[in-house]
């Protein structure tokens, strides 16, 4: 739009920064380039289109950002998108909008899924450990339960890495290092192997020390991929992904007693030790993670629709022990806590759809997945409740053990889903989609108990198996107020699959029921200013029922007092609402300013945890835990032109949250309250030198400037009289800086 010349004089005298570029002086780069946010490309909708035009609340991190932010793995995703929060246990877990899964009992799928390159990973230990060669990361905000399916109620993070090409020899190189003896690297090579076939190479690493005193929090890491292209046309292509990586650390430590929130009298006096971990951490802790797979993709145009096949085979392997702070009399640790955990997981996805130059906009396919996952869970205990006369009475033996085996524990998945989008006018379309979930889980468990070299008790059995059906749907409006401004709405449900307790027979609490959402959204995506002004803002609600949760659980009378038990249970109703508002303005070609707010009203409606030989839990009407009721995000970058000698990137970003309940399971034997993780404010900052056509890139980054102590979660008390009120909270990293030089060719 253009305006009259006397207007336009008048608005340049007193906003001509902002209406510069509407009075057809549009401010220009060094090089002449016109003021405006670039477009953005995603597949978040199983379809190319532009971001703006997507009718989902998406957040889009690109590569530059990635590398600009010093993200290595997953858990640093958190630092520059606000709407996802990573909880680092001895698996890792994710909740988007505060709902997720904390919960790493065997067959328990994460509320959040991930999809590796377009496969559907049904964990997060399956995603590479180290995120290497990425083009962008796609992070879809609510159910997702029409196009991914079921668990997906908390919404879907897309890791998409680079293609090969067949246009021309090029790559990579990286290396980078920093505080706490940190060293990483990254490379990729592309290889064009004649007129039709390609091939792409690429590895990288991560390695630091210890955030905490005693060594734990550490890692060391590793992954690596080859994709082989095969493409004799523009309508058709085949594509072999086959990748793997690996994990190496001490495992979580936790941050020592009475953290801010901490209300128990006992911590008037204790001062909070937040990087001290296990003091000293017990010999042959460890949690190591091995992932491998491969994938085989094809893309084929029939003429009347695109056909995709992804065929797709993924395995890991967790090796993880822990155990909490030595004893003050004998020396050892209290107990050790061994969890390894195996998945082997096929997957098969085929789906039509419809041309990108049709206005009928439609997708359908059919989806299955088969998963073994066989694991244990076991408890050494050493001089602990269990051998105390006064707790327990006759009193464990010494070297007391419980095992819990899941030796056969498996998943399938059936489904057939579609999803349309049907214009009524240039303006307004209607969109509708269905998918029917048909699924299996069984496993044969074995619960054992004794004390090492002395006796072992009876062995119990405790083999189920269930079957789940359900047809989630989505109904949607589409407005465009304007070419620039999108106006949608959108009701869908969605479901998260039941599963299996190895618990004893007696004890009633063999399953869990599936979780099921009715999910509302309001969106708004808008242009203004010949855009250079970008606003979206998000409304949301969600109506849960039977809500999974992860319970410490320790009966204290019955068969199985003083037992360590960790069952999956269910509230009965849930409410999640809330809304984002995320802003970014090219205040002139070479500075941008980003904005965001979120607010998040996450309550229990009804939940009363009746588990046998305990008292009952009442949480009805108290928050759920990790959802601070506001967040605020404020960024702003400035490129300095040094002319022949390249661009020099200046960015800096703050971070607010609002208190929040740490806890991550609400049965522990301490409760919610005294877990409260404060309000905080984080600083980051990355600096970035780009040499321009001599493709060296010299980049710096610092994270949490002013080494802000937080809790990312609360494991919750564990059952021995020591650690009582050891919070075993999980502390979020604490400064961290680095720098990295890359050369392309």
Known sequence: MRLPSKQCALAQGVMALLLAPACGTAATAGGGD???????VVTAQKKTEDLQKASVAVDVVGSEQLASSGVKNVIDLQDIVPTVRFIAADQMTVQIRGLGTVNVNPGVSSSVGYAQDGVYLAHPPAVTPVLIDLQRVEVLLGPQGTLYGRNTNGGVINFISRDPTTDKVSGFIKAGAGNYSAFSSEGALNLPLGSAWALRVSAGSEKHDGYADDGSNDVKSWAA?????????AD????????????????????G?????????????????????????????????????????????????NLTSITAYRGYDIYATTAPAANATTGKPNFVYSHPDHSRSFTQEIRLASKTETRLSWVAGLFYSHESEPTYVRFDYFDTILQNPAIVNPPAPPNFYEQLSVPTQTDRSIAAFGDVTVPVTDRFRVRAGLRYTNEHKGADGTIDAGATGIFTLPTQYNSASDSYSKLTWKAGLDFDVTNRSLLYATVSTGFKSGGLNNLPADMDLTTYQPEKITAYELGSKNRFLDDRLQVNLSLFRYDYKNY?????????SGPHAGATLFPTVNSQTATFQGGELAAEFALTADDRLGVSLNYLHNKFDKFVIDLPYVSV???SGTDVPLSPKMAASLSYQHIFRLGNAGDLTAGADAHYSDSYYATGNQGGAAGNALYTQP????????????????GWTVSAFVRNLTNKKTINTVAGGYPVIENFLLVNAMIDPPRTWGAAVQKDF
Request: hydrophobic share 35%.
């Open 34 to 40: 016109t003021v405006a946010l670039e477009e953005i």
């Open 225 to 233: 991929r080859a994709k082989l292209l095969y493409a004799p046309s």
């Open 236 to 255: 058709f292509s085949a594509k072999l992904t086959v990748e793997g990586g690996k994990r190496d650390s001490i495992g979580q430590g936790y941050g």
């Open 257 to 305: 007693q009475c953290p801010p929130g901490n209300v128990d009298p006992f911590c008037a006096n204790v001062p909070w030790r937040p990087y001290s971990g296990f003091s000293p951490a017990p010999a042959g802790m460890y949690n190591n993670n091995s992932v491998y797979g491969a994938t085989l993709d094809v893309n084929a145009n029939l003429g009347w629709s």
């Open 548 to 556: 999974q949760t992860f319970e410490f659980y320790s009966p204290t």
């Open 617 to 619: 839990i009442d949480l």
């Open 679 to 694: 309000s905080y404010t984080k600083f980051n900052a990355n600096l970035a030198w780009h040499s321009g056509s001599g």
